[in-house]
C-alpha cells in the first residue's frame, strides 16, 4: 500500500534545462548563415589562377557580392584520400588551423590535370579511378569514381566564409552614417553577434568581427549515415529541420536527454555514409563549435509519358546533402572515399592514427 502511495518518479524530471545551453536560434553564427544563404551569393572559381606543384593544386575563389578572395587547394593523399582547404588569400593575421590531430604531415600524390571543358578542370590521381571535376562558375567540386559521381562539394551554394576584419574600421564607418542608420545599424549588428555575443551572462568578444565557416555536401545514392559523436540519439543519424541540427560541442552534461541533437561530452567531426557497394567519410577537421544539418532526398520513380506508347520508367537516386558550419577556423576537410568499411576506418586511422599499432 505504502508502495502505491509513493510519488511516481520520471526520467525527464531529473532531465537537464535544455534552456542553460544554446541551440540553434541562440547561436549566432548560424543565424548570420542562413540570413546570408537566404541571399543566393555564389562563388566563382578563377580557373586562370591555378598553380600545381608536388603536393597540391591551387586557385582562387571570389565571391561575387563581396569581391573578398579565398585561395583553394585540393590534395590528392596516399589511400584513395582527398583534401580541401579553403583559407583567407591575405588574412588580416593567421586563421586557426587544428594542430596534434593529425599523426604527422600526409603523404601525397601527385594530381594531374586533364583536359576539362570551358570553365572546368579535371584532376585525377595516377591510377585515375578517382577524380575531382571542378566546375567555376558557379563553384562546384564533384569527386568522381569510375565515373560514378559519389560526393558533390558547393552543390546547393552553401560555402560561407567570414573574412577577419580591423574594429576601428567598422567604427569609424558607424560614425559616418546619420544618427537613425547607426542605430539600425548596431541593432543588428548585436542580434547577428558580429562584434559581440551575449548569452546569459557570457560574453564573447570579437576582437577581428565574426569568422564562421560553411560548406555543403551531396553524398549520391546515400541515405544511411552514422558518425559526429557524441549525442544521445539513434545510431543512424536523423534528418535535421529548421534549428534542429546536431551540435558539435565539448561538454560535460548530466542528465541529458535521449533522442536530442544536443552535444555531450566529446565531439568528432566525422562522419559515414553507407550505401549498397560503397561507404564513404567526411572528416571536417575544425575544432570551434560545429552545427551539422542532414537532409535525404529519397529515390523516386517516374514515367516519361513522352516516349510513345510504351511508358519507360526511370528511377532517380537517392541523395543525401550534409551541411557543415563551424563558428571559426578554416575550411579543412578530408574526403575518405572507401570503397569498402575496412577501407575507410584504415584511411581514418591513417590520419589519426586511432587503432594504427
Known amino acids: 500500500m505504502e508502495a502505491a502511495e509513493k510519488e511516481e518518479i520520471s526520467v525527464e524530471d531529473e532531465a537537464v534545462d535544455k534552456n ?14 542562413k540570413q546570408w544563404l537566404s541571399k543566393k551569393s555564389t562563388y566563382q572559381a578563377l580557373l586562370d589562377s591555378v598553380t600545381t606543384d608536388e603536393d597540391s593544386t591551387r586557385f582562387q575563389i571570389i565571391n561575387e557580392a563581396s569581391k573578398v578572395t579565398l585561395l583553394a587547394e585540393i590534395y590528392g593523399i596516399e589511400g584513395n584520400i582527398f583534401r580541401l582547404k579553403i583559407n583567407e588569400e591575405t588574412p588580416l593575421k593567421p586563421r586557426f588551423e587544428v594542430p596534434d590531430v593529425l599523426t604527422s604531415k600526409p603523404s601525397t600524390v601527385r594530381l594531374i590535370s586533364c583536359s576539362g571543358d570551358t570553365g572546368s578542370l579535371i584532376l585525377a590521381d595516377g591510377k585515375g579511378g578517382l577524380k575531382c571535376h571542378i566546375t ?14 559519389v560526393i558533390s562539394i558547393n552543390s546547393l551554394g552553401q560555402l560561407y566564409f567570414e573574412h577577419l576584419q580591423i574594429l576601428h574600421k567598422q567604427r569609424a564607418a558607424k560614425e559616418n552614417e546619420e544618427a537613425a542608420s547607426v542605430d539600425t545599424s548596431q541593432e543588428n549588428q548585436e542580434d547577428l553577434g558580429l562584434w559581440e555575443e551575449k548569452f546569459g551572462k557570457f560574453v564573447d568578444i570579437k576582437a ?15 541515405e544511411h549515415l552514422y558518425g559526429i559523436p557524441q549525442h544521445a540519439e539513434s545510431h543512424q543519424l536523423k534528418n535535421t529541420g529548421d534549428e534542429d541540427a546536431y551540435r558539435l560541442y565539448n561538454l560535460d552534461v ?34 570551434s563549435e560545429t552545427l551539422v544539418e542532414i537532409n535525404t532526398e529519397p529515390a523516386v520513380e517516374y514515367t516519361l509519358s513522352q516516349m510513345g506508347p ?12 550534409v551541411h557543415w558550419m563551424s563558428e571559426s577556423g578554416i575550411i579543412d576537410v578530408f574526403l575518405l572515399t572507401g570503397p569498402t568499411p575496412s577501407d575507410v576506418f584504415k584511411q581514418y586511422s591513417h590520419l589519426t592514427d586511432i587503432g594504427e599499432k
Not at 577581428?208 to 546515400?222: R, V
Not at 549498397?276 to 575544425?286: D, P, Q
Not at 510504351?310 to 541523395?319: D, G, H
Request: hydrophobic share 40%.
Open 136 to 149: 567555376a562558375n558557379p563553384f562546384k567540386v564533384d569527386l568522381v569514381s569510375e565515373e560514378e559521381v
Open 208 to 222: 577581428n568581427g565574426p569568422s564562421s565557416i560553411g560548406l555543403d555536401f551531396s553524398l549520391h545514392g546515400f
Open 254 to 287: 548530466y542528465g541529458y536527454q535521449i533522442f536530442d541533437k544536443m552535444g555531450i561530452y566529446g565531439s568528432v567531426p566525422y562522419l559515414l555514409a553507407h550505401k549498397l557497394g560503397r561507404t564513404i567519410g567526411i572528416f571536417w577537421l575544425n575544432a
Open 20 to 33: 542553460i545551453f544554446r541551440d540553434c536560434n541562440k547561436i549566432a553564427f548560424y543565424r548570420r548563415q
Open 310 to 321: 510504351v511508358a519507360a520508367k526511370q528511377k532517380v537516386r537517392s541523395r543525401t546533402h
